[in-house]
């Protein structure tokens, strides 16, 4: 809303600039540039009509721009309170299936060891016992995203974090798909849970490799931009249309046939949490890059 207040106040000021420059330095410029009297008095005619037409220029110029900067801003404040009642009702619907998943798993365990190992009926209860830890982990995802307060914030060398994480990112790209880590010499650090960077970066190079089919790399780079951390995750898959990134961090919002919708989500939240920032950059055919803007310590 400020934004949108201030920007009729810079057209007016913009407006005034330069109808007093105008004021100040047509005459002069016109003198500076013709000698002969009568073509002076000819071009002084014309130059109220001249000044119409580039103040008409130059206001179409700025509203369009201020137009586009107050769509964009009402755009990321809608996108803010949509993920934040997204996250609400996530919370909800974790707490209640947590309480649902928590009776199902402890009565199938009980269950199991009455039946004993032989029972025909342990495929069955071997498959409820599946199912509940599928759920347990969708709310695992669900908490995290919702997840406000309680994160055990340390100092965090982006380097040494990386390096100590690297061999569990590995195993999470196929065979096929090359892990390339690039870390500067000066690497910068952040205030952060280090079990919610490890969800952010799992979910993100995971990602990446299932964005790419046969043969690819994932390339995880760190770099330091003003008073953020930047932390990249490129692809060499096929890469996303624009109506796909607009919705990609809507909690429940897959393009995979067996994903939850959460990954991006968790990483939304988490990031935004910290204080951060999250963008993706893809063009179909291109790949896809996610880049993980974090407060920098000094």
Same mark, same amino acid.
Not at 72 to 97: P, S
Not at 117 to 132: E, R, V, Y
Not at 211 to 231: D, F, H, N, P, T
Not at 234 to 241: E, I, K, N, P, V
């Given at each position: 809303?400020?934004?949108?207040?201030?920007?009729?106040?810079?057209?007016?000021?913009?407006?005034?600039? /330069?109808?007093?420059?105008?004021? *100040?330095?047509?005459?002069?410029? *016109?003198?500076?540039?013709?000698?002969?009297?009568? #073509?002076?008095?000819?071009?002084?005619? /014309?130059?109220?009509?001249? +000044? =119409?037409?580039?103040?008409?220029?130059?206001?179409?110029?700025? %509203?369009?721009?201020?137009?586009?900067?107050?769509?964009?801003? @009402?755009?990321?404040?809608?996108?803010?309170?949509?993920?934040?009642?997204?996250?609400?009702?996530?919370? !909800?619907?974790?707490?209640?299936?947590?309480?649902? *998943?928590?009776?199902?798993?402890?009565?199938?365990?009980?269950?199991? @060891?009455?039946?004993?190992?032989?029972?025909?009926?342990?495929?069955?209860?071997?498959?409820?016992?599946?199912?509940?830890?599928?759920?347990?982990?969708?709310?695992?995802?669900?908490?995290? +995203? %919702?997840?406000?307060?309680?994160?055990?914030?340390?100092?965090?060398?982006?380097?040494?974090?990386?390096?100590?994480?690297?061999?569990?990112?590995?195993?999470?790209?196929?065979? @096929?798909?090359?892990?390339?880590?690039?870390?500067?010499?000066?690497?910068?650090?952040?205030?952060?849970?280090?079990?919610? *960077? @490890?969800?952010?970066?799992?979910?993100?190079?995971?990602?990446?490799?299932?964005?790419?089919?046969?043969?690819?790399?994932?390339?995880?780079? =760190?770099?330091?931009?003003?008073?953020?951390?930047?932390?990249?995750?490129?692809? #060499?898959?096929?890469?996303?249309?624009?109506?796909?990134?607009?919705?990609? +961090?809507?909690?429940?919002?897959?393009?995979?046939?067996?994903? %939850?919708?959460?990954?991006?989500?968790?990483?939304?939240?988490?990031?935004?949490? !910290?204080?951060?920032?999250?963008?993706?950059?893809?063009?179909?055919?291109?790949?896809?890059? /996610?880049?993980?803007?974090?407060?920098?310590?000094?």
């Amino acid at each position: 809303m400020r934004q949108r207040s201030a920007e009729p106040l810079k057209i007016a000021l913009s407006y005034a600039l /330069f109808g007093g420059l105008w004021i *100040l330095l047509s005459d002069r410029i *016109l003198l500076w540039m013709v000698r002969d009297p009568e #073509t002076l008095t000819r071009l002084q005619s /014309f130059k109220g009509y001249a +000044f =119409v037409v580039i103040t008409a220029v130059l206001l179409h110029a700025l %509203t369009r721009r201020s137009l586009a900067r107050i769509r964009q801003a @009402e755009a990321q404040a809608w996108q803010a309170q949509k993920m934040e009642a997204l996250g609400r009702l996530a919370a !909800t619907v974790a707490h209640d299936m947590n309480n649902a *998943l928590g009776a199902m798993n402890g009565l199938a365990q009980v269950v199991q @060891e009455e039946l004993g190992p032989q029972h025909p009926q342990q495929a069955n209860l071997d498959a409820i016992s599946a199912a509940g830890s599928r759920g347990r982990d969708l709310v695992r995802q669900l908490t995290a +995203f %919702t997840r406000h307060q309680g994160a055990q914030t340390a100092v965090l060398a982006l380097d040494e974090s990386l390096r100590a994480q690297e061999p569990l990112l590995r195993r999470l790209v196929r065979p @096929e798909v090359r892990l390339d880590l690039i870390l500067p010499p000066a690497c910068p650090s952040v205030l952060m849970d280090p079990v919610q *960077l @490890e969800q952010v970066l799992m979910n993100l190079v995971s990602n990446a490799s299932d964005a790419i089919q046969g043969a690819g790399a994932v390339i995880l780079s =760190v770099a330091q931009e003003g008073r953020w951390a930047l932390i990249s995750v490129r692809d #060499t898959g096929q890469g996303m249309d624009e109506a796909t990134q607009r919705r990609i +961090f809507e909690p429940f919002f897959t393009t995979k046939a067996e994903g %939850t919708g959460l990954g991006l989500a968790t990483v939304y939240g988490i990031v935004h949490q !910290t204080g951060g920032r999250v963008s993706v950059h893809s063009r179909v055919g291109e790949g896809t890059t /996610f880049d993980v803007r974090l407060p920098r310590l000094a």
